[in-house]
Every structure is written in C-alpha cells, then in structure tokens.
C-alpha cells in the first residue's frame, strides 16, 4: 500500500436518509459495501463524495475556506442526490430530529455538519483543518458513461436534464487530457490488462468524438458492447491520471451489465488501483464479486491489501451496519443468500 496519501478514516452519521445512526470505520485502501436493494449502500457513496468534492482546490483563493466549504457541500448533496429540498436527506422521524454528519479525514481532519428538519442550508459546524485535494475524486455510477460524451457535461450546464451531477462530473474528468507519461510506473500496469481485455484504447478527438482504438482502427464507442465501454471507461480515468496516488474512487455497482470474465477483471483492477494509492468505495449486491474480491486478497499478489467490508441490514430503526476486515463479519446478506439458495435449487433439478 503507498503511504502519505489523502483517504476518509471514518463517518458517523445521525439521521441521514436510511441511517439512524451508524459508525463507519474505513480502510486506507478498499472498502466495500454489501446489501440488498434500499439499504443505503449508494447514499453512502454519494455522501463522501460530496464530502471529498467540497475539499477539492478551489479556483479562487480568496474565498472564506468555511464559507465555501458549507456552500460547496450544500449544492454537492443537492445535485446529486437530488431531492426536491436539502433537508429532505434527513430522516423521516415523524419528530423532526436534526442529521448530523462527522467525517473524519485528512483534508479536513474532523468535518461536522448539520442539515436541519425543513431549512435549506447545512451548518458547517466546524473543521479543524483544510488540506485542499489536488485531484478531484471519480463517482461511478452502475451504467456507462463513454457513450454520453461529446456534449453533455455543457448539455448539462445549460439545460434542466434528469441526471444525477455524478454523471456530469465524471463525463468532465472523461474529457481531460491523458496525463503525461501515464503508461509508465503503476498507471501502465494497471491499464494494461484493462487495455488487453477491451482490445484496444480510448480515443478522443479533437471534436469529441469517441472511439475505441483496436490495432489502428477507430471503432465507435456505441458500437462496442456495455461491459467494454465500462473496463474503457476506467481506463481513460487511470490514463487521464485521476485514478492515480492519492485518488478517491467511489463505485457503484461496477458488475452492473457486466458477464463473469469481466467481473473478474473489474475485480483485479479495483485491488490494483488500491494498491497504487487509491481509496476505492465500492457498493455491490453481487456473490461473484464479493468472493473474486476475497480470493484475490488471499493471493501472494494482493496479500497485505488492507481492506474493510460493510454488510447493510434492514432493521427496526432504520438500516443496522455490520462491519469487519473480513465477508465473516458482516452477517447474512439476503441477496447474496438468493444466489446461493438458487444454486442449491438448481442442483437439485439434476442439470448440473
């Protein structure tokens, strides 16, 4: 694991959408969080990204640091998750409790902020310490999004598009430049299995036209199938250099739309990009995944790897956390029980 990195220790939250009150405490590396439909793995995902988005390096340095920090955190909730007022992320009581959010991190050391039973506006508590990110942090959502570009991060600014603004904020980091020297050290061999599974490299030209480039050949990027323009996806992130040291990477549902060989692929290249530095938050419901993930930690190439996993339970209050550094500790998922009682019903037809 690479040191001296920015990464999320920890996040409590009090009366946050799903949430009563749960305590999560995060690995420098993988994270990843296992539950069926509505337990709240995505709102997870998407509040520390909004978190992590409010400490990447503003423009202006003259801005009062709280100021933006509060504002910035504020529009990020509202874009996306999206909900018709700010203070609807606050959990349905029926005695309108406040929510509360403490994130522990290097950027700010301790963020504490507070959303308000039927206010518009967080109050930003405190932080102790403003450390501001050099490179923005990725949200990936389930689908693809290579075939979305050219135009719609401008399409977005300028128009009212029922689009969650993870979609485009990534579609803007898909259309920064390569970074200089990113096939060398850790970015090349990272991407190089990726680039080998698709066949080729994403190109991008000076129109914004996309392409995936096969030995010479510019084959359009709606042309290729779903579970290639995802692994490609990734791969103009990494070769873009923001999936690089000190990255953040939030990933919802990657086996989305995605056959086994993929998964595992998409499985080898989440431990590889956290093994160069990169905090990875990974949401899932997937069985396959889930033990591709585990195998591959157990292996001589990813020993060591430090990693955490989160099982989402429906309780009496809200949803229950489960939490350890291993599948062991996070109780029994009823999805990932369906896909293994399937398993035993199909043996015992005689197929097998």
Same mark, same amino acid.
């Given at each position: ?13 009090? #009366?946050?959408?799903? %949430?009563?009150? *749960? ?29 992590? !988005? ?31 007022? &700010?203070?609807?992320? $606050? ?7 406040? $929510?509360?959010?403490? *994130?522990? *991190? @290097?950027?700010?050391?301790? =963020? ?14 405190? %932080? ?19 075939? +979305? /570009? ?14 969650? !603004?993870?979609?485009?904020?990534? $579609? /803007?980091? =898909? ?36 392409? &995936? ?26 070769? @873009? ?6 990255? %953040?990477?939030?990933?919802? !549902?990657?086996?989305? #739309? =995605? #056959? ?26 997937? +069985? ?7 195998? &591959? =930690? ?18 009496? #209050? ?21 896909? &293994? ?12």
């Amino acid at each position: 694991m690479v040191e001296d990195t920015d990464t999320i220790s920890r996040l409590k939250v009090n #009366n946050f959408t799903a %949430f009563e009150q *749960c305590d999560f405490e995060f690995s420098a590396s993988l994270n990843l969080f296992v539950g069926q439909n509505g337990t709240g793995k995505t709102h997870i995902l998407k509040l520390l990204y909004s978190i992590t !988005e409010s400490a990447y390096r503003p423009k202006s340095k003259s801005i009062s640091e709280k100021s933006y920090v509060a504002n910035h955190i504020a529009d990020k909730l509202i874009g996306v998750f999206r909900p018709d007022h &700010l203070y609807r992320l $606050c959990r349905d009581t029926g005695d309108q409790r406040q $929510c509360e959010v403490v *994130c522990e *991190c @290097t950027m700010f050391k301790q =963020l504490v902020f507070v959303l308000l039973p039927k206010a518009d506006s967080p109050f930003l508590v405190d %932080f102790s310490n403003i450390q501001w990110l050099e490179k923005r942090p990725v949200f990936l959502p389930p689908r693809e999004l290579l075939s +979305l /570009l050219p135009g719609f991060a401008a399409l977005y600014e300028n128009s009212h598009i029922p689009f969650e !603004e993870t979609y485009r904020d990534t $579609c /803007l980091l =898909l259309e920064a430049p390569l970074a200089k020297g990113y096939r060398a050290d850790r970015l090349g061999v990272i991407l190089e299995p990726i680039e080998q599974a698709i066949g080729g490299h994403v190109s991008i030209t000076s129109t914004g036209q996309v392409y &995936l480039e096969q030995a010479g050949v510019l084959r359009e990027i709606h042309l290729v199938a779903e579970g290639y323009r995802k692994l490609a996806m990734v791969a103009r992130l990494i070769a @873009t250099g923001h999936l690089a040291k000190g990255g %953040f990477l939030f990933w919802d !549902e990657p086996e989305a #739309n =995605l #056959n086994p060989k993929i998964i595992k692929i998409v499985a080898r290249t989440i431990l590889h990009l956290c093994r160069g530095g990169v905090q990875v938050f990974v949401a899932t419901h997937s +069985l396959f995944l889930l033990r591709e993930l585990d195998i &591959l =930690l157990q292996t001589a190439e990813f020993s060591g790897t430090p990693a955490r996993f989160f099982g989402l339970h429906p309780g009496a #209050n809200g949803v229950d956390v489960m939490q350890g550094d291993s599948i062991d500790d996070i109780g029994e998922i009823t999805s990932l029980r369906e896909e &293994l009682s399937q398993s035993d019903r199909y043996l015992e037809t005689g197929n097998a």
